[in-house]
Nanobody, 125 residues
Framework: QVRLVESGGGLVQPGGSLRLSCAAS????????IGWFRQAPGKERERVSC????????YYIDSVKGRFTMSRDNAKNMYYLQMNSLTPEDTAVYYC??????????????????WGQGTQVTVSS
């Protein structure tokens, strides 16, 4: 069974950077589409980014385009979300999950209704 564990969150000042990691086990990375979601306090969970099976396609919501970059390292069984120029609006718990669809234009919902603990990102001065 697919297992994903998030890490790398923390407290950072506005304009700073963080790299989130998503450690995968139990499957081969190039067979799955993986996405990052986030949930801010009092708000609904939202799509952030995803990467397709072959890594040819990545999706980003408009608010993070040009600032966030999603990637994968098959050799290490890891997915990453590099986040630059962070703003307080990026403060949220970030989750990585398998998604149903990923293209440049759109990111599908999670394939399973199962979420890990996530990793907290706090952007504050």
């Amino acid at each position: 069974q697919v297992r994903l564990v998030e890490s790398g969150g923390g407290l950072v000042q506005p304009g700073g950077s963080l790299r989130l990691s998503c450690a995968a086990s139990g499957f081969t990375l190039d067979r799955y589409r993986i996405g990052w979601f986030r949930q801010a306090p009092g708000k609904e969970r939202e799509r952030v980014s995803c990467i397709s099976k072959d890594s040819d396609n990545t999706y980003y919501i408009d608010s993070v385009k040009g600032r966030f970059t999603m990637s994968r390292d098959n050799a290490k069984n890891m997915y990453y979300l590099q986040m630059n120029s962070l703003t307080p609006e990026d403060t949220a718990v970030y989750y990585c999950v398998e998604v149903t669809f990923c293209s440049v234009e759109w990111m599908g919902p999670p394939l399973h209704d199962s979420w890990g603990q996530g990793t907290q990102v706090t952007v504050s001065s």
